[in-house]
Protein backbone atom coordinates (compact mmCIF):
# COMPACT_ATOMS: atom_id res chain seq x y z
CA UNK A 1 0.00 0.00 0.00
CA UNK A 2 1.43 2.67 -1.22
CA UNK A 3 1.62 6.49 1.05
CA UNK A 4 0.70 9.67 -0.40
CA UNK A 5 4.33 10.19 -1.56
CA UNK A 6 3.78 7.07 -3.37
CA UNK A 7 6.82 5.25 -1.91
CA UNK A 8 5.44 2.04 -0.64
CA UNK A 9 6.08 0.08 2.14
CA UNK A 10 8.65 -2.20 0.87
CA UNK A 11 10.87 0.97 -1.14
CA UNK A 12 10.40 2.37 2.78
CA UNK A 13 11.57 -0.51 3.79
CA UNK A 14 14.59 -0.68 1.92
CA UNK A 15 15.71 3.00 1.65
CA UNK A 16 15.81 2.70 5.92
CA UNK A 17 17.87 -0.43 5.73
CA UNK A 18 20.29 1.57 3.15
CA UNK A 19 20.17 4.76 4.59
CA UNK A 20 20.71 3.63 8.11
CA UNK A 21 24.17 1.48 6.97
CA UNK A 22 25.85 3.94 4.86
CA UNK A 23 25.65 6.30 8.34
CA UNK A 24 26.78 3.50 10.16
CA UNK A 25 29.69 3.06 7.68
CA UNK A 26 30.72 6.58 8.12
CA UNK A 27 30.66 6.93 11.62
CA UNK A 28 33.26 3.28 12.07
CA UNK A 29 35.23 4.53 9.73
CA UNK A 30 35.36 8.41 11.18
CA UNK A 31 35.98 6.52 15.30
CA UNK A 32 38.67 4.22 13.36
CA UNK A 33 41.06 6.90 11.85
CA UNK A 34 42.44 7.72 15.66
CA UNK A 35 41.87 7.22 19.13
CA UNK A 36 38.42 9.03 19.73
CA UNK A 37 38.01 11.19 22.69
CA UNK A 38 35.58 9.86 25.40
CA UNK A 39 34.38 12.98 26.14
CA UNK A 40 33.52 12.56 21.82
CA UNK A 41 31.52 9.85 21.91
CA UNK A 42 28.32 11.18 23.53
CA UNK A 43 28.42 13.19 19.69
CA UNK A 44 29.28 10.24 17.65
CA UNK A 45 25.67 8.36 19.63
CA UNK A 46 23.68 11.61 18.66
CA UNK A 47 24.67 11.06 15.29
CA UNK A 48 24.05 7.06 15.42
CA UNK A 49 20.69 7.54 17.16
CA UNK A 50 19.13 10.64 14.45
CA UNK A 51 20.45 8.18 11.49
CA UNK A 52 21.17 4.66 12.20
CA UNK A 53 18.76 4.33 15.50
CA UNK A 54 15.41 5.59 14.47
CA UNK A 55 13.97 2.70 12.62
CA UNK A 56 10.83 2.22 14.04
CA UNK A 57 9.45 0.78 11.17
CA UNK A 58 11.39 -2.43 10.80
CA UNK A 59 13.16 -2.72 14.79
CA UNK A 60 10.13 -1.53 16.59
CA UNK A 61 11.49 0.90 18.28
CA UNK A 62 9.94 4.32 19.53
CA UNK A 63 10.99 7.13 18.42
CA UNK A 64 10.78 10.92 20.21
CA UNK A 65 11.59 14.39 18.65
CA UNK A 66 14.99 15.66 19.11
CA UNK A 67 13.84 17.84 22.06
CA UNK A 68 13.62 14.66 23.95
CA UNK A 69 16.93 14.58 25.60
CA UNK A 70 16.96 10.88 25.27
CA UNK A 71 18.27 11.72 21.90
CA UNK A 72 21.59 12.82 22.94
CA UNK A 73 22.25 8.87 24.43
CA UNK A 74 21.62 7.71 28.00
CA UNK A 75 24.98 8.29 28.50
CA UNK A 76 25.24 11.97 28.02
CA UNK A 77 22.51 12.78 30.16
CA UNK A 78 24.25 10.88 33.25
CA UNK A 79 27.75 12.57 32.46
CA UNK A 80 25.52 15.68 32.49
CA UNK A 81 23.59 14.53 35.38
CA UNK A 82 20.56 16.39 34.44
CA UNK A 83 16.85 15.67 34.65
CA UNK A 84 14.86 15.31 31.38
CA UNK A 85 12.89 18.53 30.49
CA UNK A 86 9.15 19.02 29.76
CA UNK A 87 8.50 18.53 26.10
CA UNK A 88 9.27 20.59 23.57
CA UNK A 89 8.16 21.65 20.24
CA UNK A 90 11.11 21.37 17.25
CA UNK A 91 11.01 23.74 14.72
CA UNK A 92 13.06 22.73 11.57
CA UNK A 93 16.19 24.83 10.31
CA UNK A 94 17.11 24.92 6.35
CA UNK A 95 20.03 27.07 7.07
CA UNK A 96 22.72 28.27 9.44
CA UNK A 97 20.95 31.90 9.04
CA UNK A 98 17.94 31.18 11.26
CA UNK A 99 18.38 32.68 14.25
CA UNK A 100 18.93 29.71 17.09
CA UNK A 101 18.22 31.94 19.89
CA UNK A 102 14.87 33.09 18.66
CA UNK A 103 13.69 29.79 18.49
CA UNK A 104 15.18 29.26 21.73
CA UNK A 105 13.06 31.84 23.02
CA UNK A 106 10.11 31.28 21.62
CA UNK A 107 10.72 27.58 24.05
CA UNK A 108 11.38 25.47 21.24
CA UNK A 109 14.51 23.23 19.95
CA UNK A 110 15.48 24.34 16.74
CA UNK A 111 16.94 21.28 14.62
CA UNK A 112 18.94 21.76 11.52
CA UNK A 113 17.95 19.80 8.64
CA UNK A 114 20.56 19.86 5.95
CA UNK A 115 21.25 16.22 5.43
CA UNK A 116 24.23 14.55 3.52
CA UNK A 117 22.24 11.19 3.32
CA UNK A 118 22.46 9.43 -0.24
CA UNK A 119 19.42 7.65 0.35
CA UNK A 120 17.12 10.83 0.62
CA UNK A 121 19.25 12.32 -1.69
CA UNK A 122 17.97 9.76 -4.52
CA UNK A 123 14.58 9.67 -3.51
CA UNK A 124 14.14 14.18 -3.43
CA UNK A 125 15.94 13.49 -7.35
CA UNK A 126 12.39 12.30 -7.94
CA UNK A 127 11.06 15.67 -6.80
CA UNK A 128 13.69 18.16 -7.34
CA UNK A 129 15.38 18.85 -10.64
CA UNK A 130 18.25 17.04 -11.98
CA UNK A 131 21.06 19.66 -11.73
CA UNK A 132 20.15 21.26 -8.17
CA UNK A 133 22.29 20.75 -5.40
CA UNK A 134 22.39 17.35 -3.85
CA UNK A 135 21.57 18.83 -0.36
CA UNK A 136 18.19 19.97 -1.27
CA UNK A 137 17.15 17.15 -2.68
CA UNK A 138 18.23 15.12 0.59
CA UNK A 139 15.71 17.55 2.58
CA UNK A 140 13.11 16.99 0.05
CA UNK A 141 13.99 13.13 0.11
CA UNK A 142 13.53 12.90 3.91
CA UNK A 143 10.10 15.08 3.50
CA UNK A 144 8.70 12.32 1.18
CA UNK A 145 10.07 9.35 2.78
CA UNK A 146 9.10 10.01 6.23
CA UNK A 147 11.69 8.27 8.25
CA UNK A 148 13.43 10.53 9.77
CA UNK A 149 12.33 11.63 13.27
CA UNK A 150 14.40 14.66 13.40
CA UNK A 151 12.52 15.82 9.90
CA UNK A 152 8.96 13.97 10.96
CA UNK A 153 9.08 15.35 14.44
CA UNK A 154 9.13 19.21 13.63
CA UNK A 155 6.54 21.32 13.79
CA UNK A 156 7.27 23.85 11.09
CA UNK A 157 10.07 24.44 8.90
CA UNK A 158 12.06 28.09 8.35
CA UNK A 159 13.82 28.45 5.15
CA UNK A 160 16.15 30.59 4.83
CA UNK A 161 15.99 32.49 0.85
CA UNK A 162 19.51 32.27 0.64
CA UNK A 163 20.42 30.21 -2.78
CA UNK A 164 17.94 29.44 -5.68
CA UNK A 165 18.36 26.32 -4.78
CA UNK A 166 16.80 27.30 -1.40
CA UNK A 167 14.51 29.57 -2.43
CA UNK A 168 12.77 27.20 -4.50
CA UNK A 169 12.39 24.04 -2.09
CA UNK A 170 11.00 26.53 0.43
CA UNK A 171 8.10 26.66 -2.01
CA UNK A 172 8.40 22.79 -2.68
CA UNK A 173 9.01 21.46 0.52
CA UNK A 174 5.63 23.05 2.26
CA UNK A 175 3.37 20.60 0.39
CA UNK A 176 4.70 18.13 2.86
CA UNK A 177 5.06 20.42 6.22
CA UNK A 178 4.06 24.15 6.98
CA UNK A 179 6.98 26.32 5.91
CA UNK A 180 8.45 29.91 6.49
CA UNK A 181 10.27 31.31 3.85
CA UNK A 182 12.80 33.68 5.63
CA UNK A 183 14.14 36.37 3.24
CA UNK A 184 17.82 37.22 3.08
CA UNK A 185 19.10 40.98 1.84
CA UNK A 186 21.35 40.01 -0.78
CA UNK A 187 23.83 43.16 0.74
CA UNK A 188 24.94 43.77 4.31
CA UNK A 189 27.41 46.88 3.79
CA UNK A 190 25.36 49.26 6.16
CA UNK A 191 22.42 49.38 8.61
CA UNK A 192 19.65 49.47 5.43
CA UNK A 193 20.65 45.81 4.65
CA UNK A 194 20.54 44.50 8.55
CA UNK A 195 17.04 46.33 8.46
CA UNK A 196 15.71 44.09 5.95
CA UNK A 197 16.78 41.18 8.32
CA UNK A 198 15.54 42.27 11.75
CA UNK A 199 11.89 43.31 10.05
CA UNK A 200 12.07 39.51 8.86
CA UNK A 201 12.80 38.19 12.73
CA UNK A 202 10.11 40.06 13.96
CA UNK A 203 7.32 38.88 11.55
CA UNK A 204 9.33 35.67 12.14
CA UNK A 205 8.12 35.60 15.94
CA UNK A 206 4.12 35.69 16.04
CA UNK A 207 4.96 32.44 13.37
CA UNK A 208 7.14 30.70 16.27
CA UNK A 209 4.57 31.80 19.27
CA UNK A 210 1.65 30.15 17.09
CA UNK A 211 3.63 26.64 17.33
CA UNK A 212 4.78 26.96 20.68
CA UNK A 213 2.21 28.54 22.45
CA UNK A 214 4.65 30.92 24.29
CA UNK A 215 5.37 34.40 23.78
CA UNK A 216 8.56 35.62 23.35
CA UNK A 217 9.60 38.36 25.60
CA UNK A 218 13.19 39.75 26.66
CA UNK A 219 13.75 37.43 29.16
CA UNK A 220 13.33 34.39 27.01
CA UNK A 221 15.55 36.47 24.58
CA UNK A 222 18.31 37.09 26.60
CA UNK A 223 18.25 33.32 27.22
CA UNK A 224 18.33 32.10 24.50
CA UNK A 225 21.49 34.23 23.72
CA UNK A 226 23.16 33.03 26.16
CA UNK A 227 22.36 29.48 26.23
CA UNK A 228 23.87 29.77 22.21
CA UNK A 229 26.51 32.17 23.49
CA UNK A 230 28.10 29.11 25.98
CA UNK A 231 27.91 26.97 23.28
CA UNK A 232 30.35 29.30 20.93
CA UNK A 233 32.71 30.25 24.01
CA UNK A 234 33.47 26.46 24.42
CA UNK A 235 33.43 25.83 20.45
CA UNK A 236 36.54 28.85 20.45
CA UNK A 237 38.11 27.28 23.80
CA UNK A 238 38.26 24.17 21.43
CA UNK A 239 39.80 25.83 18.53
CA UNK A 240 42.75 26.59 21.11
CA UNK A 241 43.36 23.21 21.09
CA UNK A 242 43.09 22.83 17.77
CA UNK A 243 45.54 25.19 16.56
CA UNK A 244 48.39 23.26 18.04
CA UNK A 245 51.46 22.10 15.57
CA UNK A 246 49.61 18.63 16.32
CA UNK A 247 47.10 17.61 16.08
CA UNK A 248 44.70 16.15 19.52
CA UNK A 249 41.79 15.12 18.07
CA UNK A 250 40.99 13.57 13.86
CA UNK A 251 39.35 16.21 12.26
CA UNK A 252 37.29 14.60 10.61
CA UNK A 253 35.96 13.69 14.16
CA UNK A 254 35.96 17.54 15.14
CA UNK A 255 33.60 17.91 11.89
CA UNK A 256 30.97 14.89 13.52
CA UNK A 257 31.15 16.60 16.97
CA UNK A 258 29.64 20.30 15.04
CA UNK A 259 27.12 17.74 13.26
CA UNK A 260 26.11 16.54 16.36
CA UNK A 261 24.99 20.32 17.32
CA UNK A 262 22.21 20.34 14.72
CA UNK A 263 20.63 17.58 16.73
CA UNK A 264 21.09 19.00 20.42
CA UNK A 265 20.17 21.35 22.48
CA UNK A 266 23.08 24.12 23.20
CA UNK A 267 22.99 24.19 26.27
CA UNK A 268 23.47 20.31 26.17
CA UNK A 269 25.82 20.51 23.35
CA UNK A 270 27.92 22.88 25.40
CA UNK A 271 28.26 21.28 28.44
CA UNK A 272 29.66 17.87 26.72
CA UNK A 273 32.04 20.07 24.76
CA UNK A 274 33.67 21.60 27.76
CA UNK A 275 33.98 17.91 28.50
CA UNK A 276 35.64 17.39 25.84
CA UNK A 277 37.94 20.74 26.38
CA UNK A 278 39.26 19.35 29.33
CA UNK A 279 40.46 15.69 27.62
CA UNK A 280 42.10 18.18 25.06
CA UNK A 281 43.72 20.11 27.84
CA UNK A 282 44.89 16.39 29.10
CA UNK A 283 46.02 15.13 26.05
CA UNK A 284 48.25 17.80 25.12
CA UNK A 285 49.54 17.86 28.62
CA UNK A 286 50.22 14.39 28.19
CA UNK A 287 51.41 14.64 24.84
CA UNK A 288 49.02 12.43 23.41
CA UNK A 289 49.01 13.76 19.86
CA UNK A 290 47.06 11.77 16.66
CA UNK A 291 49.50 13.57 13.91
CA UNK A 292 52.73 13.10 13.11
CA UNK A 293 54.81 16.13 12.16
CA UNK A 294 55.98 16.84 8.34
CA UNK A 295 52.00 15.70 7.34
CA UNK A 296 50.54 17.98 5.52
CA UNK A 297 47.99 20.29 7.34
CA UNK A 298 45.10 20.92 5.28
CA UNK A 299 41.66 23.13 5.04
CA UNK A 300 38.96 22.29 3.55
CA UNK A 301 36.38 25.23 2.47
CA UNK A 302 33.12 25.54 0.33
CA UNK A 303 29.85 23.72 0.03
CA UNK A 304 28.14 22.68 3.27
CA UNK A 305 29.59 19.19 4.19
CA UNK A 306 27.08 17.55 6.55
CA UNK A 307 26.42 14.08 7.87
CA UNK A 308 26.40 11.46 6.89
CA UNK A 309 28.34 13.10 3.36
CA UNK A 310 31.53 13.10 5.43
CA UNK A 311 33.54 11.31 2.48
CA UNK A 312 36.14 14.51 1.76
CA UNK A 313 37.36 14.87 5.08
CA UNK A 314 37.86 10.84 5.52
CA UNK A 315 39.45 10.39 2.69
CA UNK A 316 41.86 13.41 3.16
CA UNK A 317 42.84 12.00 6.36
CA UNK A 318 43.15 8.25 4.85
CA UNK A 319 45.20 9.89 2.70
CA UNK A 320 47.69 10.98 5.40
CA UNK A 321 46.67 14.51 5.39
CA UNK A 322 45.39 16.34 8.92
CA UNK A 323 42.48 17.93 8.45
CA UNK A 324 43.48 21.33 10.94
CA UNK A 325 40.63 23.29 10.17
CA UNK A 326 37.83 23.83 8.29
CA UNK A 327 35.50 27.25 6.75
CA UNK A 328 31.93 25.77 5.91
CA UNK A 329 28.24 26.12 7.99
CA UNK A 330 28.34 22.85 9.15
CA UNK A 331 31.83 23.26 10.87
CA UNK A 332 32.78 25.97 12.66
CA UNK A 333 31.28 28.96 10.64
CA UNK A 334 28.11 28.16 12.32
CA UNK A 335 29.43 28.74 15.57
CA UNK A 336 31.83 31.24 14.62
CA UNK A 337 30.62 34.49 15.64
CA UNK A 338 28.82 35.14 19.13
CA UNK A 339 25.85 37.90 19.38
CA UNK A 340 27.31 40.97 20.65
CA UNK A 341 24.68 42.92 22.98
CA UNK A 342 25.03 46.25 23.43
CA UNK A 343 21.61 47.63 24.13
CA UNK A 344 19.43 45.09 26.33
CA UNK A 345 16.32 46.18 25.75
CA UNK A 346 14.08 43.54 23.45
CA UNK A 347 14.83 45.76 20.00
CA UNK A 348 18.35 46.15 21.49
CA UNK A 349 18.72 42.28 21.43
CA UNK A 350 16.89 42.06 18.29
CA UNK A 351 19.03 44.18 16.39
CA UNK A 352 21.97 42.33 17.96
CA UNK A 353 20.73 39.52 16.11
CA UNK A 354 19.98 40.73 13.02
CA UNK A 355 23.40 42.31 12.97
CA UNK A 356 25.15 38.77 14.02
CA UNK A 357 23.68 36.87 11.07
CA UNK A 358 24.32 39.07 8.26
CA UNK A 359 26.91 41.35 8.61
CA UNK A 360 29.94 38.46 9.89
CA UNK A 361 28.80 36.20 7.74
CA UNK A 362 30.91 35.01 5.11
CA UNK A 363 28.29 33.05 2.91
CA UNK A 364 28.86 33.48 -0.67
CA UNK A 365 24.82 34.32 -1.42
CA UNK A 366 26.13 37.80 -0.39
CA UNK A 367 26.95 40.18 -3.23
CA UNK A 368 30.05 41.18 -1.95
CA UNK A 369 32.10 38.17 0.10
CA UNK A 370 35.51 39.77 0.75
CA UNK A 371 35.07 39.03 4.41
CA UNK A 372 35.46 35.17 3.40
CA UNK A 373 38.78 35.93 1.56
CA UNK A 374 40.09 37.54 4.45
CA UNK A 375 38.50 34.86 7.18
CA UNK A 376 40.18 31.91 4.83
CA UNK A 377 43.93 34.04 4.98
CA UNK A 378 43.43 34.19 8.94
CA UNK A 379 42.82 30.70 9.00
CA UNK A 380 45.65 29.53 7.40
CA UNK A 381 47.90 31.56 9.59
CA UNK A 382 46.38 30.20 13.05
CA UNK A 383 46.21 27.08 12.07
CA UNK A 384 49.46 26.62 9.86
CA UNK A 385 47.32 25.47 6.42
CA UNK A 386 49.65 24.01 3.87
CA UNK A 387 47.00 23.15 1.46
CA UNK A 388 43.06 24.18 1.00
CA UNK A 389 40.59 21.72 -0.49
CA UNK A 390 37.73 23.75 -1.90
CA UNK A 391 35.10 21.56 -1.95
CA UNK A 392 32.01 22.63 -3.93
CA UNK A 393 28.61 20.11 -4.31
CA UNK A 394 27.66 19.35 -7.71
CA UNK A 395 24.96 22.47 -8.77
CA UNK A 396 26.40 24.29 -6.15
CA UNK A 397 26.84 27.65 -7.84
CA UNK A 398 27.14 30.39 -5.25
CA UNK A 399 30.34 28.44 -3.90
CA UNK A 400 31.88 27.72 -7.38
CA UNK A 401 31.47 30.73 -8.50
CA UNK A 402 33.90 32.30 -5.63
CA UNK A 403 36.77 29.27 -6.67
CA UNK A 404 38.79 31.69 -8.80
CA UNK A 405 38.89 33.90 -6.11
CA UNK A 406 40.19 31.69 -3.76
CA UNK A 407 42.57 30.15 -6.41
CA UNK A 408 44.12 33.73 -6.61
CA UNK A 409 44.29 34.80 -3.20
CA UNK A 410 45.47 31.31 -2.77
CA UNK A 411 48.46 32.07 -5.43
CA UNK A 412 49.46 35.00 -3.53
CA UNK A 413 50.06 33.92 -0.53
CA UNK A 414 51.79 30.22 -2.26
CA UNK A 415 49.15 27.93 -1.01
CA UNK A 416 48.64 24.97 -3.45
CA UNK A 417 44.66 24.95 -3.64
CA UNK A 418 42.68 22.50 -4.96
CA UNK A 419 38.41 22.10 -6.59
CA UNK A 420 37.28 19.16 -5.52
CA UNK A 421 33.40 17.99 -7.20
CA UNK A 422 31.29 15.60 -5.15
CA UNK A 423 27.58 14.62 -5.13
CA UNK A 424 25.57 12.81 -2.65
CA UNK A 425 26.42 8.95 -4.00
CA UNK A 426 29.99 6.67 -3.39
CA UNK A 427 30.24 6.64 -7.29
CA UNK A 428 33.03 9.20 -7.45
CA UNK A 429 34.94 8.19 -4.22
CA UNK A 430 37.49 6.59 -6.27
CA UNK A 431 38.58 9.88 -8.54
CA UNK A 432 38.60 11.74 -4.92
CA UNK A 433 40.71 9.38 -3.70
CA UNK A 434 43.00 9.86 -6.70
CA UNK A 435 42.97 13.55 -6.82
CA UNK A 436 43.01 13.93 -3.03
CA UNK A 437 46.24 11.60 -2.91
CA UNK A 438 48.25 13.74 -4.98
CA UNK A 439 47.23 16.79 -3.78
CA UNK A 440 48.54 15.34 -0.58
CA UNK A 441 51.80 14.21 -2.41
CA UNK A 442 52.37 17.63 -3.79
CA UNK A 443 52.41 19.24 -0.47
CA UNK A 444 54.88 16.67 0.75
CA UNK A 445 57.13 17.55 -2.03
CA UNK A 446 56.88 20.89 -1.69
CA UNK A 447 57.79 20.72 2.40
CA UNK A 448 60.50 18.45 1.96
CA UNK A 449 62.22 20.33 -0.97
Excluded at 274 to 290: D, P, T, W
Excluded at 321 to 339: F, H, I, K, Q, W
Excluded at 361 to 382: A, H, L
Amino acid sequence: MADQSGINERQRELFIRKSTRVAAAYLKRAKELAELPDAAKPFFDVLENTYVNNVKEITGLEYTSPSDFTRCGAELLRMADIQKPEERKSIGTLCVMVPAELVYAAGAMPVRLCSGSYTAYSIGDDYIPRDACPLVKAVMGFGKIKALPAFDNCSLLVAPVTCDCKKKLAGTIDSVKDTIPLHIPPLKKDDADTEIFLKELYRLIPLLENVTGKQVTAKSLAEGINMVGNAQYEMSEFLKYRRHDLSLMSGTQVMAVMNAYSYMPANIWAEQMHRLNEEMKLRLSQGRFVSRKNQPRILVTGSPIAFPNIKVPLLIEEMGGVLAADETCMGERGLYDPVSVIDASFDGMMRSLASRYTKPCTCPVFVDNSQRIYRIKQMIKEHKIQGVIYHVLRGCLVYDYEYQLMEEAMGKMDIPIIRVESDYNEEDVEQLRIRIEAFIELIKMRTSA
